[in-house]
């Protein structure tokens, strides 16, 4: 083929109307590239500027930048690092966004033969790929209309595969990669785009799990996978919930939306994307960070779906409840990251579902866990329990007995000496006040008090013994109650007296207040997050 290099176009420097076929161009390439070091750039200078545009290019120029790529793929070996540094500063800065299918494949075939050619160039081929993760801001919202899509999904389709190549190629290369996808995460501090209704985040998280469903996430997914929790839980912090707290005329906090909840129970076995979209559009609507993080707990649900249906779900759960147990479980203000597992378990009740209660229950009993981490266990144990539908009553019955034994193991070593109002019995009363929390929660998800008399001898026993070992082992249940807040204990009295289980002799009187001078004294509502990982759409009266 014969191109005419073209000399009145802006950007490029100027070149003599000349004519070469294409092993004449490699030749001439070659040339150009080995002048530099003999003081001759002009050559060298044309070719740079053919690689650096800054404006959409006419059809005769982009034919030449193609033709370009594909010569610097056949002379990498006359590539030198120093010599051609602008050269290099071009091709690792250029988008594919910007680029028609031909140079695509034309810059992919050069950014691959770079990298297997010389280790120098290994970070920055696979830090470009890295960086064409994203389109370029302007490009955002186009990503909404068809031919967005096609551009997104020939883009991104190339990118995964050329960094599947240079990690056949190159051995080391996933150890370099992993620290390049960390570091290329957009800052969830940095502006987005204005009027975007699209996330830059959102886009990169999408291509991180894709690229952990892969053969490279063999051995890079685990890390790839806990980043993606880390940066939702930095976006979950980030989302505070004063809008939604109860104030002294809104108390239910065990009202529920029964419309919600109609639809949830019709849909029991799907999950949910419609989950993120409740927990944060719904109740923080206008926020940023919810929506970011409503968006990627979509993608984060989607993606569990997917390893589902490739077998896979137990392997990513290891490093879902390593994550867990790591970076969630102690997260100050944490309220939503812990859907991703409970949805992970809800895919496969019988295995992750039950495995993910016993290991916050050991954590919870075990005395080498640090008191914070162990009152964040069994808050979080009673959170999954309350909401977990798809949890068998022998389950949930269970695990509330492991709670009540420490229970009842503590008062014994006190020998019922238990000072309510000393921080060292902050272990006692947590598990205490999520017992009061829990019933509520298991009757409103589905379970009449009739239906709660006539279940299973084993479930109502195991209730019946909790109930029973708080009261025996409490110095006063009063005491207790009055620890807790009111409207949980107001509400555990209602529901435990309407199931029959036992008869309340004590008369709690709170005034109808939202807290008591103990609660208060004791953390009350600023330490809801440690009582129970309640989220704003729980707190809020419906």
């Known amino acids: 083929m014969g191109l005419e290099l073209p000399s009145d176009n802006a950007g490029f420097y100027e070149m003599e109307d000349v004519n070469f076929s294409d092993s004449e161009l490699v030749h001439h390439v070659r040339d150009a590239l080995k002048s530099v070091a003999l003081g001759d750039s002009d050559s060298y200078d044309q070719l740079v500027g053919v690689m650096h545009h800054t404006r959409r290019l006419a059809p005769d120029e982009v034919a030449l930048l193609v033709t370009s790529l594909k010569a610097l793929s056949g002379a990498v070996s006359y590539i030198d690092v120093v010599h051609h540094e602008s050269l290099l500063s071009s091709i690792f800065g250029m988008s594919m966004w910007n680029l028609g299918p031909d140079a695509m494949d034309a810059l992919v075939e050069l950014i691959i033969s770079l990298a297997a050619s010389n280790g120098k160039y290994v970070d920055s081929s696979l830090d470009m790929l890295v960086k064409n993760f994203m389109p370029p801001y302007y490009f955002l919202d186009t990503l909404r209309q068809p031919h967005g899509l096609t551009r997104k999904n020939q883009v991104l389709t190339r990118v995964h595969s050329a960094l599947k190549d240079i990690t056949d190629l190159v051995p080391l290369a996933p150890v370099r990669l992993l620290p390049i996808i960390i570091q290329n995460m957009p800052s969830m501090y940095i502006k987005d785009p204005e009027k975007s209704t699209q996330f830059p985040i959102v886009i990169y998280v999408e291509n991180m799990l894709k690229l952990e469903s892969s053969a490279i996430g063999e051995l890079v997914g685990n890390t790839i996978l806990m980043a993606v929790v880390d940066r939702l839980i930095d976006l979950d912090v980030e989302i505070g919930w004063d809008d939604n707290l109860p104030d002294e005329s809104n108390k239910g906090i065990f009202e529920m939306e029964l419309e919600d909840k109609e639809t949830t129970d019709n849909a029991e076995n799907e999950a949910s994307e419609l989950q993120g979209e409740f927990f944060t559009r719904k109740s923080l609507g206008g926020n940023t960070n919810a929506e970011k993080l409503d968006s990627l707990m979509v993608l984060t649900f989607e993606h ?201 002799s004590e008369t709690f009187v709170f005034n109808d207040m939202l807290e008591s001078e103990l609660s208060k004294a004791f953390g009350g509502m600023e330490r809801l997050d440690t009582f129970f990982p309640f989220d704003p759409c729980l707190l809020r009266n419906c």
């Open 304 to 504: 569990l779906e997917s390893c589902d249906r490739g077998g896979r779900l137990i392997e990513v759960f290891e490093t879902l409840l390593q994550s867990f147990q790591i970076t969630v479980l102690n997260a100050y203000k944490s309220k939503f990251a812990q859907f991703v597992m409970f949805y992970a378990c809800s895919l496969n009740p019988e295995s992750c579902g039950v495995r993910f209660p016993s290991m916050l229950a050991d954590i919870f009993t075990c005395s080498i866990y640090p008191p914070v981490t162990r009152m964040s266990a069994v808050a979080y144990l009673a959170s999954y329990l309350s909401r977990g539908k798809f949890l068998s009553a022998s389950l949930v019955a269970s695990m509330l007995k492991r709670v009540v034994d420490w229970c009842s193991e503590y008062c014994q070593i006190q020998d019922g000496h238990i000072n309510y109002k000393s921080s060292s019995s902050f272990l006692f009363w947590m598990p205490g006040h999520h017992v009061c929390a829990l019933l509520p929660y298991e009757i409103n998800d589905g379970c009449s008090s009739t239906q709660i008399r006539a279940s299973p001898y084993a479930y109502r026993a195991y209730l019946e013994a909790s109930i029973e070992s708080i009261k025996v082992n409490c110095i006063h249940y009063k005491k207790a109650g009055q620890v807790c807040l009111p409207s949980i204990v107001k509400e555990f009295l209602r529901q435990a007296k309407a199931a029959c289980l036992f008869t309340v």
